[in-house]
């Protein structure tokens, strides 16, 4: 126990402390490699000690990049610096933490911090993959798995993270299906959990929300694919989610002090919208002004 203790004191060390104090990426990323590697070899002498693939599975899931003056995080540094660690291990972060959530969960089955936190970075792990475009259907199996385990938790259900894995897998599985309405429902969801989260102006990232405004993309898609098989109903309620989801997103991005316009995602959307009315005129009255 006592060298269990002194192997966390020293993995925490580096990935925190020593981390946070490197200006330079390659330095950075060197001390969160040698945090991860020290815990990787510890749990082959201490095979019993759950902590250790418990603290891996939070060093690689962690933002790796420091604030700035500002206190705001910078996404572009942490990307590199994601990118990087994939490059160097073969594997992402995520997928990495994954397997070291796997091995706590079969020394302690029924540990409630071991289930949620498995069950947060299955969610990780599936965002990933969602958004890299081509695995909703793996996304979504592993967003499942995160649904169930949280349902066998006692005491998860109520939480906010278990809340929004739920309406992260109704997002993924209408994806996955390639079912517009389905997909729709799910935003609706999304967007009511999000208003949960801590209010625009306080303490706080904003992940979920930029999660949120990724995946609108492949919601597009969908949309698009709906209208061209003639599916004006589907098509018509995924519009409305996607509209009334990221007005969402952006007011609290504003709120924020950043900019919440995302005219892509918006001009996209017109279009989407357009599509539709030429082959469903009689849905004109439907549509969001801000849309026609």
């Not at 402390?17 to 330079?24: I, P």
């Not at 590199?80 to 994939?86: F, G, Q």
């Not at 299955?122 to 199996?141: P, Q, V, W």
């Not at 991005?253 to 005129?281: T, V, W, Y």
Request: proline content about 4%; hydrophobic content about 45%; some cysteine.
């Amino acid at each position: 126990a006592t060298n269990a203790k002194a192997i966390l004191y020293m993995a925490r060390f580096r990935a925190y402390t020593l981390a946070q104090a490197e200006s330079m990426p390659s330095r950075k990323l060197g001390q969160i490699r040698m945090a991860v590697r020290l815990l990787e070899d510890a749990q082959v002498r201490l095979k019993d000690e759950v902590t250790l693939p418990l603290l891996r599975a939070m060093i690689l899931t962690a933002r790796w990049d420091a604030a700035g003056e500002s206190g705001e995080q910078d996404d572009r540094s942490y990307e590199r610096l994601y990118k990087s660690w994939e490059k160097f291990r073969g594997r992402t972060p995520y997928s990495e933490a994954v397997d070291a959530m796997e091995d706590a969960l079969a020394l302690a089955p029924n540990a409630r911090v071991v289930r949620r936190l498995l069950a947060e970075v299955l969610r990780y792990r599936a965002m990933e993959l969602a958004l890299g475009g081509i695995k909703h259907d793996e996304a979504h199996r592993l967003l499942r798995r995160a649904v169930a385990i949280d349902a066998g938790t006692p005491g998860a259900g109520a939480t906010l993270g278990a809340r929004l894995i739920v309406a992260w897998e109704a997002v993924l599985d209408g994806l996955a299906r390639s079912e517009a309405d389905a997909c729709g429902q799910g935003l609706d969801r999304l967007r009511l959990t999000l208003a949960s989260l801590d209010r625009p102006g306080t303490d706080g990232d904003v992940t979920e929300e930029m999660l949120t405004i990724a995946i609108l993309a492949p919601c597009l898609e969908l949309g698009r694919g709906a209208v061209t098989r003639g599916q004006p109903g589907d098509a018509l309620s995924l519009i409305v989610a996607i509209h009334n989801i990221q007005t969402a997103i952006e007011e609290r991005l504003a709120a924020r002090g950043g900019s919440g316009n995302r005219q892509k995602i918006r001009e996209d959307l017109r279009s989407l919208a357009a599509g539709l009315l030429e082959r469903a005129p009689q849905f004109s009255d439907r549509i969001p002004p801000s849309l026609r």
